[in-house]
DNA sequence: TCCGAAAGTTAGCCTAGGCTAAGAAGTGTG
DNA sequence: CACACTTCTTAGCCTAGGCTAACTTTCGGA
């Protein structure tokens, strides 16, 4: 009987910088979406979403998110109205919306495997942005199976 | 019976922004995390850690390592002796294997919830990073588990 | 109505982490 | 042992995403 586990060997060079390459891709979009879905919960909750209040939740400040809106402006996922808070496009929308259910899921599944609420919300801001298509399936698999063995 | 669950009200805007902060502080350390982290797979497996080959497996230009390297160096993660490859400090080893050990257990609770192989290792590869000292416990427990249960 | 507070923008700075192109420095083989 | 090839570094560039300080614009209450 062996005591310690073989080391598994190195992946292929290529498949391994696919991986951190994708990884790297998911780092860029992630400030977007992290804004798109706070953007879409403060006109939900508000009826406005203002940059001083994005600020505030993001824990920024009032600059870097006059700088953050330029660049979603530019890639057509915000408007703006001076004074007269923000607006999503429907792509914004759509992106808000993706990100909001990926968000909710990605908290449930992990409260469902263990882990206390307040940390799973933690958690969650950045593993959503990692979380493949095929994860989010496997994690609302697990929870059907688990309301149903419930 | 309602249809539509009623929509969870937002966080405290501190709460909030702690997290934010937390996932930004995330992000940095990232690429520290998974450098090291393939040093010391290289040092294992080859027995030595050039950067040209972790050009090759970061899917990154050699410029970039160097800079990259030089950054590790100034943070006492990483020596260099010059065409003899690279080598870790004690920080850096403890870093090493604290990622590998965290990377390894997030793939191994992927495929247990039910994710594919090679998908679990590419989303192991984002996931990481953003899942804290709690959440790494609850997925040995989930592993355990699993494994008592057979 | 006006004037101070709040909100937003602008300017100027920084670091991390990317890139290409060009040059310097080892390495190993004929 | 020389020279071609590989490896590494340097220089110069870029974008994202942070910051502070100073300015402008709007809003609302006295
Ligand atoms: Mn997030
Ligand atoms: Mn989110
Ligand atoms: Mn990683
Ligand atoms: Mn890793």
Redesign the interface.
Known sequence: MRRTLA?R???P?ED????????RE??RT?TAE?YVELIA??L??DGEARAV?IA?????SQATVTATIGRLQRDGLVETKPYRGLFLTDAGRDMAAAAKARHELVVQF?IA????AE?A???A???E????E??LQ??E??LAARKAAG
Chains 1, 2 share one sequence.
């Open positions: 080391p060997p190195l992946p060079a391994q910088a696919a991986r951190f390459a994708r990884q998911a780092d992630a992290d919960d403060l939900r909750a209040d505030r939740r993001m824990g920024v992990l495997v263990g882990l206390d940390t919300e933690q958690d801001e950045g593993i942005h990692h979380a493949s095929a994860a496997a994690f698999r697990f």
